[in-house]
């Protein structure tokens, strides 16, 4: 198609100029030029506006380009075990603690910003916070301990705010894959992505995504560096290679987590990996010396086979699984776990290959397996938990591709046979331990209206409203009167229910606490683990500061169970610091809230012990380094408690049991029998008093310190539910003596956490020492 431009000139003839031309024409289009005085000047004049705004756009549009880029902000969120940049796949436990990892790159100006993390829960939950300076051109990594008390669909806000409190970036609506509690996690920091660990599926399990056991790769950029984060996770692989990598603090959490009684599964590349790592290094149950080369043989396949398999006979016949607990099988050896030889593939290209072995002697260990009478896998004892060495890779050939790499993982694991079977596991139910501190805790001036009280006022108010007002007022013959008589009563009745609530519940502001510390033997100093469950009274709607001042302290409120919404139920703005946090917590007029705080500091040996059995009796040395008595002194060896007395100051006593003590499932049915009614009675509104509180003693502590001995061995269902570390169970299973002392009216040092006064408060402390039998406390 032509088209027809016309160009006016003032001088020029008319005339038809053919050529090829701007790409919006086609070639021998016809330009006509026709002169025209007026329209020349209007020419120049148009060309001149377009050659200005040519480069007053140019000039725009590189300024849009510069600034974006100078001011660009890269705000990812790693939430969970394994968690991706868009904050979504990763895992979080129920009743657990997991790290919530930031990266921040700031390529624009200087400011000082403060990350926020709170939860989509209505009523906002816990608000967590840290501060972080992100100069021009860095980049910042930090982790956050976050508390999954919002259940498996909890979903999850971050934001970074700057000083003006402008948002600079968020991300909203994250949601990580929720994990039963009583699942197994299995965190990995493999060598390679190709390399990471792999469980079976479960089987006709209705709740097959929240009980199936999962491993989630922790990058070495995003290992927290708090231990209390990493106890949410049974069990953790390490690759030699990637030790090299970690940081001071990141190790230090590792190994406060292993001692704790975490599972630390090391596979070892090259000796050297090991032997340059000053960390490590002392930590194995072995030397590395030389590398040799060894061949696969069927004794590795039989290995998975051989432990025991009983229990899942047992389930398949009855239809349900063998007893259970929290956290199953955590205590017990991987050489009593084994799966039927009718689940392994046959996997003939296994057989015959040649792999790496690192050789050397065994210090300390024990060898789980073994080939040709050299050692493949060592494992040990340290502090609580235990250490694994594989000495060779499982992420090279031929492990790597072996068609029996899950169940070499599961037995790793502890993932018990039973799991596997037909019968279906429970993942939802259950009471929050929690309740059972708070109704130790909680304070005596919050009284309840009985609910036969409750219908009697109901009742009276019905009567007053509908008959008695119709009848006096129809004999004095003023039923119009009615419009002034029914809000009367309701002024009336509204006023003495709020007198009722005055009576029944106002009172004076009350802080209690009671402390759970486990002593965790490290040489000369102890680590002590401490649980705090704090309780405060508010006389009015108030917010109250309080602080932890330990090396690493973080707070979250009440976890209240699926059977409450799976709720926190406190409120509560934590800001976290370098060393501890601080807080400020919120209690609603004539209400108890309870907190909880976790702790870690390095401190003295408040008492240290030796247990030893000497023919028919135990013989038990305790030596007490407190200038003041401790109470209450209890022994727990063998499924037996004993009861031993009290500790002089700064005194050794020796103590003789027989060994008929009482049965612990037995001691802890007898002092739990009212803790779940106890629990449940705290979340209702009315009801009787005495049922909602349990006495604050060293046997409802003792008892609760081994909670799980009170699930049903017979029914698959879910008791209470806690968490990690808070149970002692996995210690007696392992063959450990653990003794409990009670500390009255004490609280650890460190300084009391409520940072406003109080007219009430009571502090008191249950110490906790798990020990060797016939080896010293001390180390």
């Known amino acids: 198609m032509q088209a027809q431009f016309v160009i006016a000139s003032a001088a020029l003839p008319d005339y038809t100029l053919k050529r090829q031309t701007d790409w919006f024409m086609e070639p021998d289009t016809p330009i006509e030029i026709r ?19 040519l480069w007053l756009g140019l000039v725009v549009l590189c300024l849009g380009l510069a600034a974006p880029a100078r001011a660009a902000l ?13 904050g979504f796949d990763g895992v979080v436990r129920e009743a657990g603690w997991f790290p919530v990892a930031c990266e921040v790159f700031n390529d624009g100006p200087s400011f000082n910003a403060v990350f926020e993390l709170s939860t989509s829960q209505m009523g906002g939950a816990q608000t967590r916070r840290i501060v972080v300076e992100l100069p021009t051109n860095t980049r910042k990594r930090f982790v956050l301990p976050a508390f999954n008390g919002t259940g498996a669909y909890s979903t999850w806000d971050a934001r970074l705010i700057d000083e003006r409190r402008r948002v600079r970036a968020e991300k909203t609506g994250l949601r990580p894959r929720g994990l039963a509690s009583d699942s197994i996690l299995l965190g990995a920091v493999p060598r390679t992505f190709g390399g990471l660990p792999k469980f079976p599926e479960l089987k006709n399990n209705n709740n097959r995504s929240a009980v199936q056991p999962v491993v989630a790769r922790l990058p070495v950029e995003q290992f927290p560096d708090d231990p209390t984060t990493l106890e949410s996770l049974d069990a953790i692989y ?14 230090a959490a590792l190994l406060g987590w292993l001692h704790q009684g975490g599972h630390l599964i090391l596979g070892v590349e090259q000796p050297s990996d090991v032997n340059a790592n000053s960390w490590l290094r002392p930590l194995l149950p072995c030397e590395l010396a030389n590398v040799s080369s060894l061949k696969t043989s069927r004794e590795i396949v039989q290995w998975l086979s051989a432990g025991d398999t009983q229990e899942f006979e047992m389930s ?58 050299t050692p493949l896998i060592v494992s040990a004892k340290r502090g609580r938990g235990q250490i694994t060495v594989l000495l060779f890779s499982p992420e090279r050939e031929p492990f790597r591709s072996w068609k029996n790499r899950d169940w070499f993982w599961a037995k790793l694991g502890r993932v018990p046979a039973s799991w596997f079977g037909p019968a279906q596991r429970i993942a939802y139910g259950g009471q929050s331990v929690d309740g059972v501190f708070g109704a130790m805790i909680d304070s005596r001036q919050v009284r309840k209206l009985p609910v036969q009280w409750l219908l009697l006022l109901l009742v009276v108010y019905l009567l007053v409203i509908g008959p008695l007002d119709q009848y006096w007022l129809k004999r004095i013959n003023k039923q119009m009167l ?45 680590e002590w683990r401490g649980r705090t469950y704090a309780s405060v009274y508010s006389p009015v709607n108030a917010r109250y500061k309080v602080v932890g001042e330990q090396r690493q302290a973080t707070l979250r409120g009440e976890f209240m169970s699926s059977w409450s919404g799976s709720q926190e139920g406190s409120r509560a703005e934590v800001l976290q610091r370098a060393r501890g946090f601080d807080a400020d917590i919120f209690v609603p007029v004539w209400t108890s809230q309870l907190f909880a705080s976790d702790w870690w500091q390095t401190g003295e040996y408040p008492f240290s012990a030796t247990v030893a059995l000497q023919g028919r009796n135990w013989q038990i040395t305790v030596e007490n380094h407190l200038n003041r008595a401790l109470r209450d002194l209890r022994l727990v060896v063998q499924n037996r408690i004993y009861t031993l007395g009290d500790l002089p100051p700064n005194k050794a006593s020796t103590f003789s049991a027989e060994q008929n003590g009482m049965l612990l499932r037995d001691f802890v049915v007898q002092n739990a029998s009212q803790f779940s009614g106890a629990a449940q009675s705290r979340q209702r509104a009315f009801g009787d008093n005495a049922a909602r509180w349990l006495e604050l003693n060293s046997a409802n502590l003792a008892a609760v310190s081994f909670v799980s001995q ?3 061995p017979d029914l698959n269902q879910r008791n209470f539910v806690y968490p990690g570390g808070l149970d002692l169970s996995p ?12 500390d009255p009216d004490h609280a650890p040092s460190g300084g009391p956490i409520n940072q406003f006064k109080t007219v009430r408060s009571h502090r008191n402390t249950m110490l906790r020492l798990a020990v060797p039998v016939s080896e010293p406390g001390k180390l």
């Open 35 to 53: 002169s025209a005085k007026s329209e020349v000047r209007n020419f120049f004049a148009l060309a001149a506006l377009s050659r200005a705004s």
């Open 74 to 86: 890269q705000f990812d969120v790693f939430l969970g075990y394994g968690g991706q940049p868009s």
């Open 482 to 526: 009615t419009w002034v008589t029914f809000p009367a009563y309701v002024a009336l009745f509204s006023l003495l229910i709020y007198y009722i609530g005055y009576k029944l519940r106002a009172g004076e502001t009350e802080w209690n606490e009671v402390h759970l510390v486990d002593i965790l033997p490290r040489g000369e100093q102890a």
């Open 238 to 251: 390490l690759n030699s290679e990637k030790a090299l990598e970690m940081k001071i603090s990141q190790a």
């Open 710 to 712: 009170w699930a049903n």
């Open 316 to 373: 398949r016949q009855r239809g349900s699984p063998a007893p259970r607990a929290t956290r199953p099988d955590r205590g017990k050896p991987i050489t009593g776990i084994g799966y039927p030889a009718a689940w392994l593939a046959l996997d003939s290209e296994f057989e015959q290959v040649e792999f790496a072995l690192t050789t050397g002697p065994i210090r300390d260990g024990e060898v789980l397996l073994a080939q040709q009478g």
């Open 731 to 742: 210690l007696i299973e392992r063959g450990d003596a653990v003794l409990l002392a009670w």
